[in-house]
């Protein structure tokens, strides 16, 4: 198993740029999770799904958009980039909400 | 104040000490889970547990519900133990999807 793979791992958006951060899981797992980490601070989340159709806003929501037509994927978009918006991004899933795998994250700067 | 609160913020230590990290937490929980973030960020699930304690290899990690606090310690320090510690906390009361709260974690380095 690949487990929990994103994409890309690394990006430079300029102010205003719009991107897809892509996240697949191989573990059919039906919870999947989107988390910012900014220095110093602890993991926020951004967006999570119960399973495929379904989703809902985390803590931080704003300037972020997700979907999730398959359980496999759960893509995170970012329209109208921001500076606050560069951070670490880490795409989750899980069987049960409380143990989940965590993927590499991308690092994403917005100048 | 931080729903999950970790103590030391950093901590250096000489290859072979004995080291503990400590999360306190103020609501209630169903399970607690300590990550490993090492340099170059990936994370990974060290422990997850509700009560007591649990072992593997050198890494110990207990709670205790009463007090509202989890350790983890390192037996026999070595450098590629050198990583940030994460202890998240899922909370009891209403605590579905959403309910996994983090705390800032502990950026450990033991040097040779």
């Known amino acids: 198993n690949a487990g929990v793979t994103q994409t890309p791992k690394f990006r430079i958006l300029k102010i205003g740029q719009s991107m897809t951060l892509q996240c697949t899981q191989d573990?059919?797992?039906?919870?999947m999770y989107w988390y910012r980490q900014d220095p110093g601070m602890g993991l926020k989340l951004i967006y999570y799904?119960?399973?495929?159709?379904?989703?809902d806003k985390g803590e931080v929501p704003n300037g972020y958009n997700v979907s999730r037509s398959t359980t496999e994927d759960f893509p995170l978009r970012l329209e109208l980039a921001a500076p606050s918006q560069t951070s670490v991004y880490f795409c989750?899933?899980?069987?049960?909400?409380?143990?989940?795998?965590f993927g590499p994250g991308t690092r994403l700067t917005v100048t | 104040k931080n729903e999950v609160e970790q103590s030391p913020q950093n901590l250096t230590a000489q290859e072979g000490e004995f080291i503990t990290i400590n999360c306190s937490y103020s609501?209630?929980?169903?399970?607690l889970h300590w990550l490993q973030q090492h340099p170059g960020g990936g994370i990974v699930s060290l422990f997850m547990?509700?009560?007591g304690k649990k072992k593997h290899g050198r890494l110990i990690a207990t709670i205790n519900i009463q007090e509202k606090h989890s350790s983890l310690h390192i037996t026999a320090s070595h450098p590629r133990d050198s990583a940030v510690y994460i202890c998240?906390?899922?909370?009891?009361?209403?605590?579905?999807?959403?309910?996994?709260?983090f705390g800032k974690g502990t950026h450990l380095i033991i040097q040779p």
């Open positions: 989750a899933s899980s069987y049960t909400p409380v143990e989940q795998y």
């Open positions: 573990m059919n797992h039906n919870y």
């Open positions: 799904s119960v399973g495929a159709g379904i989703t």
């Open positions: 609501v209630g929980i169903s399970a």
């Open positions: 547990l509700s009560s």
């Open positions: 998240a906390a899922h909370r009891y009361s209403g605590g579905g999807a959403d309910g996994l709260t």
